[in-house]
């Protein structure tokens, strides 16, 4: 089955600890995304990927840290640094610029 | 900075009564407004793609509009499943690789 995959789809952490989200494609897609979504604000831009071994900061990338190695993974670490790290975090690839983005099934990471 | 708003924030209907959603936005030139539906607790879906000001994409019960400013996404007769967030994003010419969300509009058809 073609799609996206995250995991794990909920997640615990204390304070202090990094934490990473796996997130792994087979549409063979050369984009790949990071969204945080929060109660009432909307999905906001963490990461992202239009290649392997390069990646951009988005509007929230402090306290995230990412990596692309290979074209089917994308695997956001959120690190001590980030302040407030509970929410849902989305990922999602698209085919090229100009064409919808498709997302997994979301992580709901919470600090303890 | 590119802008999207979304109206209403809420909205309840009946079974069956017909209605729309809004999405304004303001970016220097549009390459695509999409739409998706959003269930709680699971990741968004993918519906529409719109390229230019005239465009109209159907599905089932659901029809989506676009003007140079904003775009409609049309509910008609719709039924209890159709209960969810829709989200409205766009991208800009430059910037393409970044896709900016609206805060979406939640949807409550009541039987």
């Known amino acids: 089955d073609g799609g996206i995959t995250q995991s794990p789809k909920y997640l615990f952490r204390k304070e202090g600890q990094n934490v990473t989200l796996s997130c792994e494609q087979n549409l063979n897609h050369d984009a790949m995304y990071w969204y945080r979504q929060d109660p009432g604000q909307g999905l906001r831009l963490i990461y992202y990927s239009q290649i392997v071994n390069d990646f951009q900061k988005g509007d929230i990338a402090e306290g995230y840290s990412v990596s692309r190695e290979k074209k089917e993974s994308f695997p956001l670490t959120v690190t001590s640094a980030q302040k407030n790290p509970t929410a849902f975090y989305l990922c999602?690839?698209?085919?090229?610029?100009?064409?919808?983005?498709?997302f997994g099934q979301g992580t709901r990471l919470t600090v303890v | 900075e590119d802008q999207v708003t979304q109206s209403p924030e809420a909205l309840r209907l009946q079974e069956g009564e017909s209605s729309s959603l809004n999405c304004s936005y303001t970016v220097s030139g549009l390459r695509g407004l999409f739409w998706y539906r959003q269930d709680p607790g699971k990741g968004p879906e993918f519906l529409f793609t719109?390229?230019?000001a005239g465009e109209e994409k159907e599905k089932e019960r659901l029809k989506a509009t676009l003007t140079k400013k904003e775009s409609f996404l049309h509910i008609t007769a719709p039924k209890p499943e159709d209960s969810a967030t829709y989200l409205c994003?766009?991208?800009?010419?430059?910037?393409?690789?970044?896709?900016?969300f609206g805060q979406g509009t939640r949807l409550t058809i009541n039987p």
């Open positions: 994003a766009v991208r800009e010419i430059q910037g393409a690789q970044k896709l900016v």
């Open positions: 719109l390229y230019s």
């Open positions: 999602a690839s698209g085919n090229s610029m100009n064409t919808e983005a498709f």
